[in-house]
Protein backbone atom coordinates (compact mmCIF):
# COMPACT_ATOMS: atom_id res chain seq x y z
CA UNK A 1 0.00 0.00 0.00
CA UNK A 2 1.85 3.50 -0.98
CA UNK A 3 1.58 6.48 0.83
CA UNK A 4 -1.51 8.58 -0.93
CA UNK A 5 -4.15 5.29 -0.43
CA UNK A 6 -3.09 4.59 3.10
CA UNK A 7 -3.65 8.60 3.49
CA UNK A 8 -6.79 8.50 1.99
CA UNK A 9 -8.02 5.28 3.51
CA UNK A 10 -6.66 6.89 7.49
CA UNK A 11 -8.98 9.97 6.29
CA UNK A 12 -12.05 7.88 5.50
CA UNK A 13 -11.89 6.02 8.88
CA UNK A 14 -11.31 9.29 10.74
CA UNK A 15 -14.01 10.77 9.61
CA UNK A 16 -16.36 8.08 9.65
CA UNK A 17 -15.12 7.92 13.38
CA UNK A 18 -15.73 11.20 13.86
CA UNK A 19 -19.75 10.91 12.06
CA UNK A 20 -20.01 8.27 15.02
CA UNK A 21 -18.89 9.89 17.43
CA UNK A 22 -21.18 13.18 16.44
CA UNK A 23 -23.87 11.03 16.33
CA UNK A 24 -23.70 9.01 19.13
CA UNK A 25 -23.15 12.50 21.42
CA UNK A 26 -25.80 13.81 19.69
CA UNK A 27 -28.81 10.89 20.91
CA UNK A 28 -27.03 10.88 23.85
CA UNK A 29 -27.61 14.97 24.18
CA UNK A 30 -31.05 14.29 23.06
CA UNK A 31 -31.97 11.33 25.82
CA UNK A 32 -30.81 13.52 28.73
CA UNK A 33 -32.32 16.26 27.63
CA UNK A 34 -35.55 13.94 27.84
CA UNK A 35 -34.86 12.73 31.18
CA UNK A 36 -34.54 16.06 32.82
CA UNK A 37 -37.57 17.17 31.00
CA UNK A 38 -39.03 14.13 32.77
CA UNK A 39 -37.63 14.52 36.28
CA UNK A 40 -38.40 18.50 36.27
CA UNK A 41 -41.88 17.61 35.75
CA UNK A 42 -41.81 14.85 38.04
CA UNK A 43 -40.72 17.99 40.28
CA UNK A 44 -43.24 20.21 39.96
CA UNK A 45 -45.96 17.51 40.34
CA UNK A 46 -44.05 16.83 43.88
CA UNK A 47 -43.90 20.46 44.32
CA UNK A 48 -47.54 21.17 44.21
CA UNK A 49 -48.38 17.72 46.03
CA UNK A 50 -46.53 18.54 49.06
CA UNK A 51 -47.76 21.80 48.91
CA UNK A 52 -51.45 20.49 48.88
CA UNK A 53 -50.40 17.65 51.58
CA UNK A 54 -49.41 20.31 53.68
CA UNK A 55 -52.45 22.18 53.76
CA UNK A 56 -54.40 18.98 53.52
CA UNK A 57 -52.81 18.06 56.45
CA UNK A 58 -52.91 21.18 58.42
CA UNK A 59 -57.02 21.21 58.21
CA UNK A 60 -57.38 17.95 59.22
CA UNK A 61 -55.00 18.26 62.25
CA UNK A 62 -57.46 21.43 63.53
CA UNK A 63 -59.99 18.88 63.69
CA UNK A 64 -58.16 16.83 66.51
CA UNK A 65 -60.45 13.64 66.25
CA UNK A 66 -58.52 12.87 62.61
CA UNK A 67 -54.18 13.36 63.89
CA UNK A 68 -53.92 9.96 62.52
CA UNK A 69 -55.09 10.72 59.14
CA UNK A 70 -52.96 14.10 59.70
CA UNK A 71 -49.83 12.49 60.26
CA UNK A 72 -49.65 10.22 57.33
CA UNK A 73 -50.50 13.68 55.34
CA UNK A 74 -47.54 15.25 56.70
CA UNK A 75 -45.09 11.92 56.46
CA UNK A 76 -46.28 12.12 52.37
CA UNK A 77 -45.39 15.51 52.51
CA UNK A 78 -41.96 14.97 53.84
CA UNK A 79 -41.70 11.86 51.16
CA UNK A 80 -42.61 14.63 48.58
CA UNK A 81 -40.61 17.22 49.60
CA UNK A 82 -37.28 14.44 49.99
CA UNK A 83 -38.30 13.28 46.24
CA UNK A 84 -38.49 16.39 44.99
CA UNK A 85 -34.87 17.65 46.74
CA UNK A 86 -33.27 14.47 45.13
CA UNK A 87 -34.65 14.75 42.15
CA UNK A 88 -33.42 18.41 41.66
CA UNK A 89 -30.05 17.26 42.09
CA UNK A 90 -30.03 14.30 39.94
CA UNK A 91 -31.33 17.00 37.25
CA UNK A 92 -28.54 19.31 37.69
CA UNK A 93 -26.34 16.14 37.55
CA UNK A 94 -28.15 15.08 34.09
CA UNK A 95 -27.93 18.87 32.50
CA UNK A 96 -24.23 19.05 32.95
CA UNK A 97 -23.49 15.57 31.64
CA UNK A 98 -26.17 16.70 28.27
CA UNK A 99 -23.82 20.10 28.33
CA UNK A 100 -20.95 17.88 28.00
CA UNK A 101 -22.07 16.03 25.26
CA UNK A 102 -23.43 18.35 23.26
CA UNK A 103 -20.02 20.24 23.69
CA UNK A 104 -18.54 17.12 22.11
CA UNK A 105 -20.83 17.00 19.64
CA UNK A 106 -19.76 20.53 18.55
CA UNK A 107 -16.16 19.37 18.75
CA UNK A 108 -16.45 16.58 16.51
CA UNK A 109 -18.59 18.74 13.95
CA UNK A 110 -15.75 21.19 13.83
CA UNK A 111 -13.51 18.35 12.92
CA UNK A 112 -15.61 17.40 10.37
CA UNK A 113 -15.96 20.55 9.01
CA UNK A 114 -11.96 20.63 8.68
CA UNK A 115 -12.07 17.08 7.09
CA UNK A 116 -14.40 18.83 3.92
CA UNK A 117 -11.32 21.10 3.03
CA UNK A 118 -9.93 17.56 1.95
CA UNK A 119 -12.24 16.94 -0.64
CA UNK A 120 -10.75 18.57 -2.96
CA UNK A 121 -7.75 15.78 -2.66
CA UNK A 122 -10.61 13.70 -2.96
CA UNK A 123 -11.26 14.66 -6.21
CA UNK A 124 -8.17 13.71 -7.94
CA UNK A 125 -7.50 11.32 -5.37
CA UNK A 126 -3.60 12.36 -3.78
CA UNK A 127 -3.67 13.63 -0.17
CA UNK A 128 -0.75 15.54 0.12
CA UNK A 129 1.50 15.35 3.61
CA UNK A 130 0.64 18.67 4.59
CA UNK A 131 -3.68 17.91 3.84
CA UNK A 132 -3.08 14.55 5.87
CA UNK A 133 -1.27 16.18 8.97
CA UNK A 134 -3.55 18.69 9.12
CA UNK A 135 -6.52 16.07 9.50
CA UNK A 136 -4.46 13.87 11.76
CA UNK A 137 -3.55 17.21 13.89
CA UNK A 138 -6.94 17.58 13.94
CA UNK A 139 -8.20 15.03 15.68
CA UNK A 140 -5.85 15.06 17.84
CA UNK A 141 -7.02 18.10 18.71
CA UNK A 142 -10.26 16.73 19.11
CA UNK A 143 -9.11 13.84 20.95
CA UNK A 144 -7.27 16.72 23.57
CA UNK A 145 -10.51 19.20 23.83
CA UNK A 146 -13.15 16.12 24.71
CA UNK A 147 -11.13 14.72 27.05
CA UNK A 148 -10.70 18.47 28.44
CA UNK A 149 -14.56 18.67 28.60
CA UNK A 150 -14.79 14.91 30.24
CA UNK A 151 -12.19 16.22 33.03
CA UNK A 152 -14.25 19.72 33.30
CA UNK A 153 -17.80 17.92 33.40
CA UNK A 154 -16.53 15.70 36.40
CA UNK A 155 -14.86 18.09 38.21
CA UNK A 156 -18.63 20.43 37.64
CA UNK A 157 -20.11 17.14 39.48
CA UNK A 158 -17.79 16.87 41.96
CA UNK A 159 -18.07 20.23 43.56
CA UNK A 160 -21.55 20.08 43.01
CA UNK A 161 -21.98 16.60 45.27
CA UNK A 162 -19.01 18.12 47.72
CA UNK A 163 -21.51 21.92 48.05
CA UNK A 164 -25.00 19.62 48.21
CA UNK A 165 -23.09 17.49 50.94
CA UNK A 166 -21.13 20.22 52.33
CA UNK A 167 -17.95 18.29 52.30
CA UNK A 168 -14.52 19.90 52.70
CA UNK A 169 -11.53 18.75 50.65
Known amino acids: ?64 VAIPIALATEAVTVAAILLFTVGNQFQKRLELKAEKHKEIMILAKKLNEISKHVSTAFNDETISDEEFALVVSQLDEFLRKKEIARTKSNVKILKRIRKVFSVKK
Open 1 to 64: MDGTSYRLQRIIEIQNQMKVEKDRRSKLTRNYKRIVKIINITDNVLSVLAIRLSIAGVGVLSTI
